[in-house]
């Protein structure tokens, strides 16, 4: 219902009318012209294409340089990071024959085994002592000295080295001891407290002759066959324990005149099975072994470790300490315990990173042994 109140109201205004309860404008709507907005309001910057088939005429751009001030920062920024020390703590490698023994020197300083032991070596390898002053001489920084695969021959050497060391120092107290024992009228046997190494080192390469890789031989049949008209794996091993065992039935002394050495091979026929050896023939080994010198044993036993085959290692020690006449050498001695190897990659292929880095790696460590034991008749250098 409308009241005199809004009628009045009403006529007061013509050109804005307001409701009085709600004051709602009741005018007739105006329409204006909305302005139009735009988020980017830059000019549009359209690309031009170039030539169908042809490039941009002119010389390239050079290149950005950048400012002087930003290389001075640059500089000094990476003058304060410190820089790791990596570098050899010695400038020369030199030998010197000191006391009728080549000892490796880095400049004035002598380098130790783990027994601080001298590293030094007889004057009759001199072999050895040039290949130890080249192993010295060609490391990047100090760090390669304390991994053993940059450092095969120190190692070697070393063990070497503090057996025979310990040895001559223990018969040294051993004497002293017997000369009290027997000046105080008592019968108490004295043992060298070495004699325990030479002896688990001749009980460990012992443990390898029934399990020989030489005497092991693979059966007639079964899918490591070669194709018809090539030699098999069979015949291969054969040939080879045969020349190896002919071998040592002429070159490893027998006493008293007896019998030659007898081996069993192990058929695989029968089952790959360990052939036990004779007693005899064990205790002959055992008794030629013991006598070893300290390099002869130590070489010995690194080469069995790597072909996994006494008589390989006793041929490879006893055919290289004398070099002037080398009949069986490296390449032979790994040929000979890598035969299955070999075979399986002329049937099926080498394998990267695999077969290729245990083949240099096996001769690696034999020509290590032979630079061990390797001995010439050389008269004596000049302190």
């Not at 095969?152 to 000369?179: K, Y």
């Not at 066959?225 to 040939?239: C, F, T, V």
Request: overall charge negative; charged content about 25%.
């Amino acid at each position: 219902m409308i009241t005199r109140k809004s009628i009045l109201l009403l006529r007061a205004s013509r050109q804005s009318s307001v409701c009085w309860r709600c004051t709602t404008s009741l005018s007739t709507p105006r329409i204006t012209a909305i302005t139009p907005r735009y988020l980017h309001t830059t000019r549009p910057n359209y690309a031009t294409p170039l030539p169908l088939g042809g490039t941009v005429d002119g010389p390239p751009p050079d290149p950005p340089v950048p400012q002087s001030e930003y290389i001075t920062r640059n500089r000094l920024r990476q003058a304060s990071i410190p820089k790791p020390r990596t570098e050899r703590f010695w400038e020369d490698v030199h030998l010197q024959v000191i006391d009728g023994r080549y000892r490796i020197l880095l400049d004035a300083r002598s380098i130790k085994t783990s027994a601080k032991n001298d590293v030094s070596v007889p004057v009759n390898k001199p072999l050895l002592a040039y290949a130890l002053q080249v192993e010295w001489a060609t490391m990047r920084n100090s760090k390669e000295a304390l991994k053993s695969h940059f450092i095969p021959l120190t190692s070697l050497a070393s063990r070497a080295i503090d057996l025979e060391t310990a040895e001559r120092d223990g018969a040294a107290a051993a004497a002293e001891n017997a000369d009290a024992a027997s000046a105080e009228g008592s019968e108490q046997e004295v043992e060298m407290d070495t004699r325990s190494t030479r002896e688990q080192i001749t009980d460990f390469v012992m443990g390898y002759l029934d399990t020989d890789t030489v005497l092991m031989i693979s059966p007639t049949r079964g899918g490591h066959l070669a194709s018809a008209g090539e030699k098999q794996l069979r015949d291969r091993q054969l040939e080879v324990a045969y020349d190896i065992v002919e071998w040592a039935q002429e070159s490893i002394p027998v006493p008293d005149g007896g019998e030659k050495l007898d081996f069993v091979l192990s058929d695989g026929d029968h089952g790959i099975l360990p052939s036990s050896q004779s007693a005899r023939t064990k205790q002959i080994l055992r008794d030629m072994i013991s006598k070893f010198s300290a390099w002869d044993l130590v070489g010995l036993e690194c080469a069995v470790i790597l072909s996994k085959s006494l008589l390989v290692g006793l041929r490879l020690v006893m055919e290289n300490k004398k070099t002037a006449d080398i009949k069986w050498d490296v390449e032979d001695a790994a040929k000979a315990c890598n035969l299955e190897t070999d075979f399986q990659v002329e049937q099926w292929g080498l394998v990267e990173d695999t077969h290729d880095v245990g083949h240099a790696d096996l001769r690696r460590g034999l020509g290590a042994v032979v630079l061990l034991v390797s001995e010439l008749d050389i008269p004596t250098p000049e302190q």
